[in-house]
C-alpha cells in the first residue's frame, strides 16, 4: 500500500494484490480506519456491485466490531437516452443518483455517524450531478411538532420537489394524500414516510411498510 498525493493535503492510497476472496474485509477494515466523509469504490462495471455489496454486508456481520454498522450505496451511471446497459430503468437510475446525492449533502451538513462505502463506476462518477445549492434548495426538513401547512407541503411534493401523487405510495419519488395524512417516499431514505398532521402541525411522523402499508417507527427529523 502507497499513498499518491492527487491534492495539496488529501493523499490517496493505492491498494495491490488483494484477492477476490477478502476484497471485502480489505474494504470493510479500510472504511473503518480511515472513517470520515466517505469511500468511494470505483469498479470496472457494475455488474459486480451486487455481488460485492452482499459480500461487504456479510463482512460487517462476521467482524462486528462497531456500534454503526458499515453503509453501502451503489452510484449507477446516468441514464443513456438511447440505450440502457446496466439493467436499472432510466427512471431507477435517475433516483438511484439522487439518493446519493442526497445522502452525501446530508453527511457534508453533520458528522456522519456510520462508515460509508459507494460502489461506482467510471462513467457515473463522469456524470453530471446538481450543485449542492440546488439540493439545498429541493429539499425540506421535518420535524415533529413543526408548523408546516398540509397544503404547502402538498404543494412542495407535487411542484418543485417533482414527486408523483398516486392513490397508494409504494416507490422512492412518490407521494399519496389520505385525509389528514401525506404519505412520501424520499429516495434517500431505506423506507417511506407517513407525516400526520393536526391541522397545519405535524403530528407525527412514522416510517411504514409500502407493501402492507402499515405505520412502524416514529421518527423525529427528516429530511
Known sequence: ?????????RPAQVISGIIPSVRAVALEQLATEFDGFATIVLLPHLRGAEVLSEELESATTVLARRESPLSVATLPQ???PDEDHSGHSPSDRI???AAIFSLLRERAREEPSSPLIILTELAA?????PHPETLDAQSITLSYGDTF???RLRELLDGDLGYDGEAICEYPGQYAVRGGLIDVYPPNLQAPLRI??????IDSIRTFDPTSQRSEDLVARAV
Do not use: K, T
Not at 125 to 129: E, H, I, K, Y
Not at 196 to 201: A, Q, V
Open 78 to 80: 446516468p441514464p443513456d
Open 149 to 151: 401547512g398540509f397544503e
Open 125 to 129: 462518477v463522469l456524470g453530471s450531478a
Open 95 to 97: 433516483l438511484d443518483r
Open 196 to 201: 400526520d398532521f393536526f391541522g397545519d402541525e
Open 1 to 9: 500500500m502507497r499513498n499518491v498525493q492527487l491534492s495539496r493535503d
